[in-house]
Each structure stands twice: as structure tokens, then as C-alpha cells.
């Protein structure tokens, strides 16, 4: 099989973790990468032996030695830079959110349906080893009917500034980049459930607490702690139409004691905890058990391995024609439960889907 060439677009912090695993990738080959940064871009490129390097993405597409590509760039160029992805012909990797907005979303939607080229949104929660796990449990039905769900993400100091802190950028704070990941995960594994109503509130008192020191934190690649017009925290109670609920708290700063993830699934068989921790709690003989399963480690969430498997199974999917377990659908009822967070939050009060 011809191998498959890959274009990078975006070089900040993320763009590692794509890089990392298509160079450990025998099917793919990094031919190209692109950032409006010239500097950052040569050295990815020197870094995973790139031969072609960008600063306009336009140009990247152009190249017809490009078979696919990774945006990794600011939420606002996702929808762009994917539909003229699309347009030239070329298979789609793109970091979550798939957008800022849902219309944005339905835009790269059309464009995927329109090209019929594959698109698979990162939402690289889902690849992760003991996710498959875990969901695999719950497709067995050990669980039940998961009938509730707790996301959380909880920084007691996590704006990473920039890009990230200027809504017109990157459409929202903590909800919409790292809320983002535990209610899609939440989401997916209580098996995609329709949202009926959404209430929700945002907080922003805290700023992003620049002055502190001592306590380093996660920056953006152009880091600017000049301007903040994001929240810094919200939360919600999404109820699904099959009856099903799921709360949500996030922040990129909040006066907590420590930062704190919860990813907590309930079903009348049994639950299962994603964060802080893997584990299993069921009932047998009029007993409660807390179940540890033995895999190589407990976190929920491992880091590059997961990278590497969102990867192998979109160089799969391209391989084989096959759609992506995170397809663009799933990116766009993503951004409805995102923006009708937002909604919800600005009305102050519960709306219905
Ligand atoms: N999956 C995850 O766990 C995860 C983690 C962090 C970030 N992300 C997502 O990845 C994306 C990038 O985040 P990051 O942390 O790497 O940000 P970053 O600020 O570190 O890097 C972004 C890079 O994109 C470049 N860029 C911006 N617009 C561009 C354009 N039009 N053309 C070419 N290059 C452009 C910037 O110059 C910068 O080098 C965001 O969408 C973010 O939500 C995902």
C-alpha cells in the first residue's frame, strides 16, 4: 500500500502529540507542515523530517502531494482551514472543538458530505486504551442502562492565555476546551442520547489570576496574559430525552484546594469511573464490589498513547474507507450541547433543544 501523506497545520503545544504518532505510524509519512509561525514550523519540520514547509495553509493544500491533514491550529480557523481541506481533496484530522459555533459546524458538516472525504474530530478522550475498556463493558451491558453522569475538570489555575482567553478565537473558556472533552466522553459512552433541555450557568469573577506565583501552570504557545473575555467557570445539568442526566462543572480558575477531574457513569447494574481514576463498582449476591481492573495503569486518560491510537485509526479509516469513531455528526451534537450551555448561561435560564 502507497503510504500516506500527512500535513501538519499548527505547531503549538498539541501539534507534538499528532506528530509524535504519526512518526511512529508505519503507514504514514509527515511531508508537509504549516504554521503562521515561520520559526516554530522549521523546527517541527527539521524535528520529524518534513520536507515542505508553509506559513499559509492555502498553499499546504495546493500541494497535491498531500494526502491528509491535522489542524491543529486556534478553534476559529478549524472550520476554515477544514472545509478548504475538504475542497482540495484531502482527509481531515481536526483537534476539538470541531468549532466555535454550531453554524460553523454544520458548514464543515456539508463541506465532509459535499467532498466525501473522511473527517474524525479529535476527540482523542475516546481512543484512550482503558476507555476502550471500559466501553466495551458497557457495550457487554455490565453496566445497564446508564441513566447518569458526572463530567468534571476542575483548575484551580489553568487559563492558558492567548488565544485560548480571547472568545473571538477560541469561542468560549474552559467549557468549550476542556469541558469539551469529559461531556463528549460522557456523552458517547452513555451511547449518544438525544438532549432534550440544558440549564446552565458561566462565572467570571476570578480573571485569570496572573498575579499568582509560585504555582506554574499550562500556556498557550503565544502566551498573552493581557486579555481575558472567556468565563472562568461554568456548569450544567443536560437532560436527555431517553431520561437520562448528566452534570457538568468546569473552570479554568476557581478557589478550590486542588485541581480535580470526575468522570463518573451510572447505570442500575453497575457503574463505572473514568477520572480520577479507572474503576468498577457493581453488586453480586447482596454485596457491593469495587472492581480494579488490571491494565498497565489506572489514569483515565494516558497521554500519547491515546494520541497514537486516535491516529492509528485515522490512518485506518483512510486505509480501509471506513467512518471514524468520532465522526463529524458527533462534533456537530457536540457544539449543540456546547452552545446551548452558552445559551442557557446568558438567558439564565433552562433551554429546550
Ligand atoms: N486534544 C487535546 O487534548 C488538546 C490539548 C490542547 C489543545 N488542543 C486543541 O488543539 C488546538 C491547538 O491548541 P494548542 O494548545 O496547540 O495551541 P498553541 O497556541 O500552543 O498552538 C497553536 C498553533 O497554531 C498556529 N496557528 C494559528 N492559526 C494558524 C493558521 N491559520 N495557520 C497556521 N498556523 C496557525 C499558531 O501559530 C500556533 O503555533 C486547539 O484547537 C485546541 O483546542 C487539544
Redesign the pocket.
Known amino acids: 500500500m502507497n503510504p500516506i501523506r500527512i500535513g501538519v ?7 507534538e ?1 499528532h506528530l509524535n504518532a504519526y512518526a511512529s505510524n508505519s503507514q504514514a509519512v509527515i511531508t508537509a507542515i ?4 515561520e520559526a ?2 522549521r523546527q517541527a519540520a527539521a524535528k520529524y523530517g518534513a520536507d515542505k514547509i508553509y ?3 492555502r498553499e499546504l493544500l495546493a500541494n497535491p502531494d498531500i494526502d491528509a491533514v491535522s ?5 476559529n ?2 472550520a476554515p ?1 477544514s472545509i478548504a481541506a475538504l475542497e482540495a481533496g484531502k482527509h481531515v484530522l481536526v ?3 470541531l468549532s466555535r459555533t454550531l453554524d460553523e459546524a454544520f458548514a464543515i458538516e456539508k463541506a465532509v458530505r459535499a467532498s466525501g472525504k473522511l473527517l474524525q474530530v ?1 476527540f ?2 475516546r481512543y484512550d486504551p482503558n476507555v476502550k475498556m471500559l466501553r466495551a463493558f458497557a457495550e457487554q451491558g455490565e453496566f445497564g442502562e446508564i441513566y447518569y453522569a458526572k463530567a468534571s475538570t476542575l483548575r484551580r489555575l489553568g487559563n ?1 492565555g ?3 482567553a480571547d472568545v473571538e478565537r ?1 469561542g468560549g473558556g474552559p467549557l468549550i ?1 476542556i469541558g469539551v ?1 469529559v461531556i463528549d466522553l460522557c456523552w458517547y459512552l452513555m451511547g449518544r442520547p438525544k438532549v432534550k433541555t440544558i440549564s446552565a450557568n458561566t462565572y467570571k469573577k476570578l480573571g485569570n489570576r496572573s498575579n499568582i506565583e509560585h504555582l506554574s501552570s499550562y500556556k ?3 502566551y498573552d496574559a493581557t486579555k481575558n473575555t472567556v468565563e472562568d467557570l461554568a456548569n450544567a445539568i443536560i437532560r436527555f430525552e431517553n431520561g437520562a442526566s448528566l452534570m457538568v462543572d468546569v473552570s479554568f480558575t476557581l478557589h478550590a484546594k486542588q485541581d480535580e477531574g470526575a468522570v463518573k457513569l451510572y447505570g442500575d447494574k453497575g457503574s463505572f469511573e473514568i477520572d480520577p481514576a479507572i474503576a468498577i463498582v457493581t453488586e453480586k449476591h447482596n454485596t457491593i464490589l469495587n472492581i480494579q481492573p488490571q491494565t498497565d495503569s489506572t489514569a483515565g486518560f494516558a497521554g500519547q498513547p491515546a ?1 497514537d491510537s486516535e491516529v492509528n485509526h485515522f490512518i485506518d479509516c483512510i486505509a480501509n474507507g471506513t467512518k471514524p469513531i468520532s465522526p463529524v455528526e458527533d462534533g456537530v451534537e457536540m457544539m449543540k450541547i456546547l452552545c446551548g450551555i452558552y445559551e442557557s448561561a446568558a438567558k439564565g435560564e433552562e433551554i429546550r433543544l
Open positions: 497545520i499548527g505547531t503549538g503545544s498539541i501539534s502529540c504549516c504554521d503562521v509561525n516554530r514550523a506559513t499559509d495553509y489542524i491543529c491550529t486556534w478553534n480557523t478549524h482551514i483537534e476539538k472543538p479529535g482523542v478522550r492558558p492567548g488565544w485560548f477560541s476546551d472533552h498557550s504557545a503565544d494520541f
